[in-house]
């Protein structure tokens, strides 16, 4: 198996990010990578373009995607993991890894107290205040990138500005609207969580 390396980029621009996520899935031989970061504002859409869900204001760049999922927003405090990984090293297939996804941020969640599940037929992690967690992948020849994102303490007029993943009528949550926790705090379970399974 290949050799997993953590990279913690902090506050990044997505163009950047989306050069050094491109030069680490070419170079896919050196090992399988973990990004983790937080991006400035920015809009981003996947394969499932939908003209209603688009932003209503011009509040953040938007970024088209060669990934899964619909329209989605990063920005500020919110936390944004991105595996490149070899899935024949895990022996997963798309369906399980997308589980799995799911299943790290439900799990880093409730170790904080807060009670995270599925939705029938949805992909990501919903609360009872709203949705807070949100994955979109892309995968070729076995390789993963893009990833999930975890809202710690975003400005939710940015989601409420667009139909996210498609879901017009979904709330938002964040950590703090359950947990007193910080972020760096919270970014240490996740890191626990993510070393536990890869």
């Known amino acids: 198996m290949n050799k997993l390396k953590f990279i913690f980029l902090g506050l990044s621009d997505y163009q950047k990010f989306l050069d050094l996520q491109d030069r680490l899935t070419k170079g896919k031989g050196e090992g399988n990578y973990i990004i983790i970061t937080e991006h400035y504002p920015v809009y981003t859409v ?31 405090n919110q936390i944004v993991v991105y595996p490149i990984l070899d899935l024949r090293d895990y022996k997963l297939n798309l369906k399980k890894y997308i589980r799995l996804l799911e299943d790290i941020m439900i799990n880093s969640l409730k170790e904080i107290g807060i009670n995270a599940y599925r939705k029938d037929g949805l992909v990501g992690v919903f609360t009872n205040k709203g949705k807070i967690g949100f994955v979109g992948i892309n995968i070729s020849q076995f390789i993963t990138n893009f990833g999930f994102s975890i809202n710690y303490e975003v400005d939710k007029n940015y989601f409420y500005n667009i139909n996210p993943c498609g879901l017009k009528d979904e709330n938002i949550a964040n950590i703090t609207d359950f947990s007193d926790i910080s972020k760096s705090e919270f970014i240490n379970i996740l890191y626990k969580n993510l070393k536990k399974i890869f």
């Open 46 to 76: 996947g394969k499932r373009i939908n003209k209603e869900d688009l932003p209503k204001k011009d509040l953040a760049p938007l970024i088209k995607l060669n990934r899964g999922g619909g329209i989605t927003f990063h920005g500020f």
